[in-house]
Every structure is written in C-alpha cells, then in structure tokens.
C-alpha cells in the first residue's frame, strides 16, 4: 500500500480535495481553501452510529462492495462465477496540482483499476476508470461505473427528457431518498436521454444557487444515477450499459470508460455553461476548423427530399449564393436509388440518372459561386432493399433467427465486421478524395435493436468501431468539416464532438420549438456548434407559421443556415433570409466567441438570451416572446455580464415588422438609442417593450 496523501487539485473557482490512501475519496469539490489542508481534512472525519458496520466506510471514487458500501458499486464482474467481490488497495498515486492518476489492484481477484482525473483551468473535472485482467483467465464485466460524491445541500436536479422534434427539454425534481435514474438502451446519444443532468442548492437558477453539471460522453447506451444514500451522502454516477456477455477481459486486456466530465459553479447555471462552453472551445472542438468562420448553410433536405435535378439545383445554389449563403449542402437522395426513404441506404454510389454528368459540375458551380460544397451520407445504415444487402445479408447488426424491427425502413450494419467497416471507409474516402468537398453531414436515422456480432452483444463496440470510422476519415481529411446528426439531435454528446464539427439538434425547424431545443442545447455547448437554419414559413414538422423576423432571430443564435428551397419563396422571404444572413455574418464573431447568458424573467412567456464579448466591448440581447405576455406591462429587461463601469450605447437591431402597430407607442429608448451604464442595464434595467406572442427583438449594446 501506498502512504495516505491529501491532493488538492486547482482550477479557477473550483478545487477538488482527495483523500488518497488505501482508497480515494473526494472529500471537498467546491469553492477554493486555502491554508494547511491537509491538516484542516481531519475536521471531516466521520462519526460511526450504532447499527451498522464497526467502522466508518468511506464513499470513493470506486465504491466496492467488498468494502462495505452498500450503494451502486463501482465495478460487478467475476470471472466464471469467483471474483466477484473485489477490493482494490492503492498501489500507486502520480499527481500534480491539476491531475490525479490511481492505480490500486486486487491481486486475489487479479484486477487492476485506474482512475484518471482532473480539474482544469476552466473549472471542468473529468475522470474515467481503467480496468485490467491480470489473472490467466478471461474475466466478465457486468458494470463499470464512475462515481462522484454531491454535498448534502445539493437537493434538486435539473434534468432532461425529449423526443425526435422535441430534445433537449429540462425538468426540474427535488433529490431526495430514492434518487434519480437514467436509462437510455436506444444504442445511440439518443433524443430521449441525452446524457447529462445538474444537481444544486435548493431553488438554484440561472444567476445563483451552487450548481454541479455532469455530462457523460458516451454515444450508445448508458446509466445516470444520483442518489442519496441511507445516511444522507449523496452521489452522481455515470456508466455505459453493458449487455449481458458483452464485455470479457482476456489476460492483460483493458476496459476503459468514457468520459464522466463535470463543473462545480456557486453562482448559478449561467456559469455552469461558462465554464462547460470554455471547456470545450479549449480542449474538445478541433481549433482549425472551429476557428474559421462558420459558413451559412443551404441545405436541401426541406427544399426538395428526394426530388434531385441537377439545373434545379445549381439554380437553388446560385439563388442561395446571391442570398449570401456560404456553403451549399445536397442532404438525402444523390446516391443509387434513393427515390424515397424505403431503399438504397448503403448503396454509396452516385444515382447516374439522377445525376447524368456526375457532380462535378454542380460541384464546380457551388465553387465558382464562392461557396463551400457538402454532401449528406448515413454511413452506418442499410436498407434490405439495397445491392449491399442482397451482396452481404450478413452484414447487418442483429442477432440471427429473429426478425428486428425496422426503424425508418432501415438496419444498422455491423462495424465490427472488417469488410463491411472497409467498405464503408472505401465509399466514404472515395466521395472525399474524388470530389472537391468540405462538409459533410453524417446522419443516423434508426434506433440499435439486438445489436450482435457473430451471435454476441456488440452495443457498446459498436460505438467505439462508429468512432472509429470517423476517426479513420477524419485522419485522411483532416479538412472536412463533419456534423453529426441523427433523425436530428439523437447523437450529441462531447465524444462525438471531438470528432466533428456541428450538431444538428433537431430536425424541427419551428422556431418556437427551436427557442427551447436550443436553450436546453446551450447549458453544455456552445453555440457555434448549433445547426440553427431558417426553414419555411410553414413549419414542415409542426404546421405552424412564423415570420420571418421570428424565424430569423431564432437562428442566428447558433452555426446559422436555411433549409428549404430557395427558389420557390417569395420575394419577401428572400429578402428577409439576406438580411438575417447579413446580421448573423455581422454578429457571428461575437456569438461563436462571447459569452452566453439565459437570462430569467418575471413573465415566463419571455425568453431573453444574451451573448456578452469576452472583453465586455459589445453584447446582444434578443429578447424572444413565446406567448402571450402575462401582463400588459412586461416589467424591466436586465442585461448581465457588462462591464459596470461603462457606458454602452442601446439601440434596437431588429423587430416585428409591426412593432409600432400593436400598441400605443413603444418603451422611448427603442425607438431610437440611450446611453446607460453596465451597471444600470444590469441592476436597473430598461423597460421591456410590448411583443406579440412568437415574436422577438433584437438588442445591441455597444461599449462608448
Ligand atoms: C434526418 C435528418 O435529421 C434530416 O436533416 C435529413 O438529413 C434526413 N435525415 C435525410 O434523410
């Protein structure tokens, strides 16, 4: 056994207190101490009660059974039955002031586990478990989970639920005796459980309460418990969900978690995000391609679906050029005998009477009109009715003798097969290396039922062999930017994102619907990474209608494009679509840098949203109805995150188009601009004008 150290691990506002000796346990996850710390922890030691074990049991990082704890453990596996118990002794502690790695091993069991984690300067912890056979024979896991402890005052939860059209919607519940769980078995992200929750003080909200955000960065199948346990510690834990059989380590084999990332904050979820979005601009997105501006998308999958006619759209890209579009995307039905959603999935090949002269010259087109080129592929999926299928019947993810269901028409291929994940690679590579393209957008349209390889459970493989795939491409195109979409916001997650480039987080492109989707959206990412397109005015997925006004601020709140056909919309719309990408190309700078605040409001028919330059010099405000105000009088609009001590000019950037018409006259300072302090618009505040429901306004604050 190793000596019993005391690590501190340093962020910004965040410090992290091990108490490492036989075991690790978390002592202090919260605000900074300073002083002798280690000589302070002894204040933390615990009394023991009568009625249970003789002696105090410590909540760990790897809580053990064998040890005494009687929660989730950590770790169940066994090898043919024995070693099912096992208690892990430290063997070994490597820390500096920002990382921690244990080794600790069971020789009797003949197991090794690491634990890596960290703390950075943005105040994001990660940590993972790595477990290692080192006995002769094969050793079965059933669960391995990551666990971090929650103080007692964290007594409520906001967490998240949705569906396809409708993901990322949050639910607030009291953390009490019982706890929470969730499952997600849907074999990807999924649009259901997307994998991240928050635990905080009671009542926390936006701009107060401590806050502790979780995300689990896993694509398949995976658990989130927090619980308190029955003396009143309380715990969040993260693992991916084995099925049964799956996973069996052979001698010396490894089997390593994803990702359980999550941010301390005592002031409230706004800087929960700030912290998660610096997070990932620093360490997860790749920077050289983030860092160039995000260019507006046309995409066609609402403009024509199936219906691919070469003129018909080089006459849609030269439309969308003149609109100020940036890169042009042909979505589903370019490739061989895509006429509908029932066939070809898997078939790569160009659709020759689609597309007679091949795609080159609508290539070429896009490029003479000074825009990027993307192209739409689901890589992962097959239809029976497909010459894949009739070639390779064998290639489909399923468990023989059983007749899955179909989810879009369609089957899911077995990576883990060599051929079929080579061929994928092949078609993929081939699109890229032949044709001048610079996007492309990787979809996933079905849910993972049964998913077997040569009989066996392959749930959790078939994950890592998908981001394998992307890998593989990735490392040949290094320059392709990649979003990743499934039937909308079905796979987002931080693993995903160290691999791609943009998320597309719904297939609903009503804006009020995307009012919400994109505030869920933003507690964990940053906005540059949000597909946020302008679609008809009729909404496809809702039928519901909106402005163009509405429509137009909704989306320039994220990585902005439009998704319809341009060539069929009025004059009008048109002219609304140029100017919203003019006012998106003005502002991304500021949006896809700044800082976002989701700022609360007496009347929850508002939605203000609000992105504040890193150095305070300009902020943007939009300030969204989504129904009808509760009272005549709104009440005043405060502007956070300024610079107190400067003077901003306010003015109005964009309104309805009867903004003068429903009222008697508007608040006096958007009519033309005022001058107020940072500190004013922050404490004070400016009155809020008076908007119709499904409308919003747009506001500038510009530093003097
Ligand atoms: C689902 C996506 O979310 C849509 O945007 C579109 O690409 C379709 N698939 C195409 O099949």
Known sequence: MTQKEIIVLTGTNSQVIIDAGECAEILHWGKPVSGDIASFCSSLLRPVPYGRLDNDVAMTLAPELGRGVFSSPCLEGHRNGADWAPVFTMTEIKSNSHSVTLTSEDALAGLRMITELSLDKQDVMKTRHSLINIKSTPYQINRLANTLPLPARAAELMTYYGRWVHEFQTVRQPLQQGGYQQENRRGRTSHEHYPALVAG????????????????????????????????????????IYLPGEITLQQGEELTTPWLYASYSDQGLNSMSHQFHSHVRESILDKQIINTARPIHLNTWEGIYFEHDPDYIMEM??????????????????????NGDKAALGDWFLDAHKYPNGLTPIIDHVRELGMEFGLWFEPEMI????????????????????????????????LQNDDAF??????????????????IKWDMNREVVQPAHNGQAAGHQQVVRYYQLVDKIRAAHPKVDIESCAAGGGRIDFEVLKRTHRFWPSDNNDALERQSIQRGMSYFFPPEVMGSHIGSSHCHSTRRRHSIEFRGLTAIFGHMGIELDPVKELQEEKQGFERYIKLHKALRPLLHTGRTWRVPSDDEAHQIHVVVANNQSEAVVMLAQLAMPTNSLSGHLCIPGLDRTAIYRVSILDKPSNYNEIVNYQPFWTEDSCELSGEWCEDVGLTMPILDAESAILIKLEKL
């Open 201 to 240: 003080t009671r009542h926390f909200d936006e701009m107060q309460g401590d806050v502790y955000g979780f995300h689990f960065a896993w694509s398949g199948n995976h658990r989130l418990r927090v619980d308190v346990k029955a003396d009143g510690r309380r715990y969040m834990q993260a693992e991916v």
């Open 317 to 338: 890209a030269t439309q969308s050029a003149q609109m100020g579009v940036e890169r042009f995307i042909i979505d589903d039905g370019w490739f061989k005998g895509r």
């Open 383 to 414: 239809n029976k009715e497909s010459d894949l299928y009739r070639q390779h019947p064998d290639w489909l993810l399923a468990v023989e003798g059983y007749e899955q269901p179909t989810g879009r028409n369609q089957y899911v291929i077995d």
């Open 422 to 439: 080579n061929y994928l690679y092949e078609r993929l590579d081939h699109f890229l290396t032949q044709y001048a393209i610079d996007y």
